[in-house]
């Protein structure tokens, strides 16, 4: 999961629904020295880097005490109906520093605050609780003698007893228990745990046995039982539960499974979790575990078990993939074939473990992968396995025979006659190459005087890298298709190690740094007898993650330096392989998703992207020219892109990991004919383009497109965030796009991009607006479209990208192309319910200039519409004050031209780049039309913190359509 760390290495608090979906993620951090995080009904306290704050269930800070801390997540307590904290708080007024025991409402309003001297002796406490009748129980020992000390308190703040009990001395409190008229705790030393029993005045009623130190690790949870006794559980194998009488007899122990760790509950019963065996789906995850010691409930998390990973992928020029695939730490790996239709055509479960740097090679008949069975050096071994590829059918294992225990990389190069060939390494020392013949039979291993940590195989060639940014320890090295090493530059290589790439000849492109001034590259091309042909330094600085070579030039990827709005500025340069002349230069702009990876398809070079989506851009190898842009979504927070090939046809596969929350992360192969290709060119100057568009992997943001034939103008609304992720409305912005006079049978459109800023929520006076920058709007289809932006001024000024679009829903008019035929509109529906399809568009508040809906109407469907508004007044929260809300709803219900909606709130993305599932309801919206260009919206806002300065706001708008009624 991608989100913004407010401060290197600080933890972060998130919001998770029950399906693992990230909700918000909060942007204060916290503090990670104390782990204080409570839930309650409304939200969660946790304890900031210099604050105790509460976030609501939407993220948004609610309730924040400066200067207060909780050093110890055991000494904090939370009322979950009402919202109120308790805890050991230490607070500094004035340099000074006093602790006490304090008591918080929902709203941070210290209720009392309790001195920390029991029986004149300053405790330092060690356990907090809630009683069920509101009392806060507090346990400790004496800072000056190490007797034990409790104190209760009442819900107002009087102290009902403190108590010292000189018989616990040397023991703090590890666990606490209540019920009414008595107090469970457990206390521990050194050596052991006791189980100790507190009666309604806090006297020692008496002293148990429970447990060793290192059965209770770190602690034994206990839970008081409902017949008057208290259970503990022991954590070390064989788990235990453990109970006491009222009396404090021992009852049988009752046996447990296996857990790792396990807490109580506020149900009154324990919740444990299990330590299942990696891989194992089936496992037993978690219990639910009563007093009695009875499993009231298991649970099993197969997303959380067995993270897909693909070892090694190759793809062949027919279309078809080939994948070494498996769960992580899975004891079986599975190798397959998949067609160009992307069906399974066989798959073959190895019959040796795969651990980690698998490697892998094909020819016309076989297909061999190499990987490593542990870990671990000392149980690691590599084995070689080879299938017929036409059917997957296995025609030989072997291992290879291996010096080394930390023989970490190897390769692997299966040639034209059928032989094998494995190169492995020693760590930076020496590397061995094993032969195998067509049928498995070995050779004796030779000595290759070449380390290397990274290896490209490339007909019959392997080339062997090590890279590193110092000079005196990089290596290039080249073996042939004999197994013959052509030459190794083992301690003479004058360069860094940034990135390379190997040719069919055996020519290899190397990109390094210069010592000294790691910032500026320098190109090389070395050919297959060990020759460096040319070196071409690169003018600017920047990264090379990627090359690619075809027989006359060299083509590579750079990153320049990370701009402020955390995006790399790219270009492509093509140098000559016959004396590295650059040829030409692209610029790319700064793609949310930075690219990593190349593809020569036909004529053009495609270049990949890992981000918040899969980046696809397309270059002509011969002029340079960008022809075409697009990106997409892989149904996580993340795509990172690995591996990636073109077919004979021009068409791309690309393999990529979506990732989220919890160790989820899905493998996937995209495929696509012509990425990014141009095609048949829509027309901009029609309604069949009209309606709400967003970006599939930019969920939270999107446009709503209205073409307005009186004046040929096309007006698009857009509503996103700031270039700061912020969990609050603060990081909400909303732009206008418009573009006037727009030419007859136009295919693109240049759009102003303007930001309003100053108004005020449904009130005057009206806000100013002003052009940051220009759009460009085409389209791939009807229902697919481009928005390249550039920002020239304001908060995101130089900012520059595209916005991959595509229809929220279908489009409800005729859709025109560029050569005169026309696509019915697929949404197209009679009117229904008072609503017809042509009602959809710009609607403004003439009371108030600037503010307004932007309606999308499928009658019987979806009500979709974006409202663009302010902050109310006196409320400003960003320098714009701008705000805005969707009301979203079905139409299937709607009678007379009236539907009642609900206002949706959504905060937490980040402009063109992070997605946010933050959408909360902060009230209800009843939009009645009055005629086809008038409309009525009465709002009402709940009352609750969640709708924040709304709440309680109710009203009318009083709406206009621009442009009138539409034919």
Not at 378 to 385: D, G, K, S
Request: with cysteine; glycine share 12%.
């Amino acid at each position: 999961m991608q989100t913004d760390v407010p401060e290197a290495g600080s933890p972060v608090l998130q919001r998770v629904s029950a399906a693992g979906e990230v909700l918000w993620t909060s942007t204060d951090p916290v503090a990670f020295t104390s782990g204080m995080v409570r839930p309650v009904r409304d939200g969660v306290w946790f304890q900031g880097s210099n604050a105790l704050i509460r976030l609501g269930l939407d993220g948004v800070k609610q309730a924040e005490v400066a200067g207060a801390h909780i050093y110890n997540a055991n000494l904090a307590a939370v009322d979950l109906a009402s919202g109120k904290l308790a805890g050991v708080v230490h607070t500094t007024v004035n340099g000074q520093e006093s602790v006490s025991l304090a008591q918080y409402d929902r709203a941070g309003k210290r209720l009392w605050s309790v001195s920390t001297i029991v029986g004149g002796q300053l405790v330092t406490f060690d356990q907090l609780r809630w009683t069920a009748d509101g009392d806060l129980i507090a346990l400790g020992h004496s800072s000056t003698d190490g007797a034990g000390a409790a104190i209760r308190i009442s819900a107002t703040g009087s102290v009902r007893w403190a108590k010292l009990y000189p018989g616990l001395q040397g023991r703090s409190f590890s666990a606490v228990a209540a019920q009414p008229g008595s107090v469970f705790a457990t206390a521990a030393n050194a050596a052991d745990h006791v189980m100790v029993k507190l009666d309604s005045a806090g006297e020692l009623s008496w002293v148990r046995p429970l447990a060793t130190v290192a059965e209770c690790q770190p602690e034994c949870p206990i839970v008081a039982s409902s017949d008057g006794g208290v259970a503990a559980m022991t954590i070390t194998a064989p788990a235990q539960l453990r109970r006491l009488d009222r009396a404090g007899t021992a009852l049988p122990a009752v046996a447990l499974p296996e857990i790792a760790h396990a807490v109580a509950t506020a149900d009154g019963r324990f919740a444990a979790g299990a330590n299942p065996a990696p891989g194992d789906a089936e496992a037993v995850d978690a219990y639910r575990i009563d007093t009695s010691g009875q499993v009231v409930a298991t649970y099993r998390r197969p997303h959380m078990q067995g993270r897909s990973q693909v070892w090694w992928m190759s793809f062949d020029d027919a279309g078809n993939t080939y994948a070494l695939h498996g769960p992580f730490g899975t004891t079986k790996a599975t190798l397959a074939r998949i067609d160009p239709d992307g069906q399974v055509l066989w798959q073959r479960e190895l019959d040796t473990p795969v651990a980690e740097f698998a490697s892998g090679s094909r020819s016309t008949d076989r297909l061999c992968v190499t990987a490593a069975t542990s870990t671990s050096d000392a149980n690691r071994t590599i084995q070689l396995h080879c299938f017929r590829t036409a059917d997957g059918a296995a025609l030989w294992s072997r291992e290879v025979a291996r010096p080394f225990d930390d023989a970490y990389y190897h390769s692997t190069s299966v040639h034209p006659n059928g032989s094998v060939y494995v190169n492995y390494m020693h760590y930076m020392l020496t590397s061995k190459l094993q032969k195998f013949a067509a049928d498995g039979t070995p050779a004796p291993a030779q000595d290759i005087d070449a380390p290397f940590n990274d290896a490209l195989e490339v007909n019959g060639f392997t080339a062997l890298w090590q890279g590193f940014e110092q000079p005196a320890r990089s290596s290039l090295a080249l073996v042939d298709s004999t197994g013959r090493l052509r030459y190794s530059t083992r301690g003479t290589f004058s360069r860094g190690f940034n990135s390379w790439a190997l040719a069919e000849d055996g020519s290899i492109a190397v990109i390094g740094g210069i010592p000294g001034y790691h910032t500026v590259k320098v190109v090389q091309l070395w050919d297959a007898n060990g020759r460096n042909l040319w070196e071409t330094p690169l003018p600017g600085p920047g990264y090379i993650p990627k090359v690619v070579m075809d027989r006359e030039n060299i083509y590579l990827v750079n990153a320049g330096f990370y701009s402020e709005h955390g995006r790399y500025a790219h270009s492509l340069w093509c140098l000559s392989r016959a004396d590295g002349a650059i040829r030409w230069k692209t610029d790319l702009g700064q793609p949310a998703s930075a690219i990593v990876a190349a593809v020569l398809a036909g004529d053009d070079i495609v270049l990949l992207g890992t981000g918040p989506s899969i980046g696809i851009q397309r270059v002509n190898r011969q002029s340079g020219q960008l022809v075409g842009e697009r990106n997409v979504g892989c149904g996580g927070s993340r795509c990172l892109t690995f591996y990636a090939g073109a077919d004979r046809n021009g068409g791309i596969r690309v393999q990529s990991r979506s990732e989220q929350l919890g160790g989820r992360a899905r493998q996937t192969v995209y495929y696509s004919s012509r990425p990014a290709a141009p095609v048949s060119p829509i027309r901009v100057d029609q309604a069949g383009i009209a309606g709400a568009w967003w970006s599939t992997y930019g969920n939270g943001e999107g446009l709503v497109l209205d073409w307005l034939p009186d004046s040929r103008t096309l007006f698009m609304p857009w509503f996103t965030y700031g270039t700061t992720r912020v969990n609050h409305p603060s990081g909400q912005r909303w732009y206008t796009l418009s573009a006037g006079a727009v030419a007859e049978a136009a295919t693109s459109v240049e759009m102003a991009i303007n930001e309003s800023a100053g108004g005020q929520f449904t009130a005057g006076p009206a806000g100013t607006t002003t052009r940051v920058g220009t759009a460009t709007l085409t389209f791939d289809s009807c229902d697919k479209a481009s928005l390249r932006y550039r920002f020239d001024t304001g908060e995101k000024a130089g900012l520059s990208g595209v916005l991959s679009l595509d229809r929220l829903a279908a489009a409800s008019a005729d859709c025109l192309m560029a050569d005169g035929t026309t696509r019915p509109g697929t949404g197209l529906q009679p009117p229904a319910g008072g609503f017809d399809s042509r009602m959809g568009g710009t609607w403004y508040d003439p009371g108030n200039s600037g503010q307004g809906l932007q309606l999308a109407i499928q009658p019987g469907g979806v009500l979709f519409a974006p409202w663009f508004t302010y902050d109310p007044a006196g409320t400003a929260n960003d320098p714009t004050r701008q705000h805005w809300f969707v009301l979203s709803g079905s139409l299937a219900q709607s009678s007379g031209g009236r539907v009642t909606v609900p206002i949706v709130q959504a905060v937490g993305g980040k402009f063109d780049s992070v997605p946010t599932s933050n959408f909360t309801v902060v009230g209800s919206a009843t939009l009645a039309m009055q005629a086809c260009d008038r409309a009525k919206l009465d709002y009402r806002f709940d009352s609750g913190e969640l709708a924040g300065p709304y709440a309680g706001k109710t009203g009318t708008v009083n709406l206009v359509k621009v442009g009138g009624c539409a034919p």
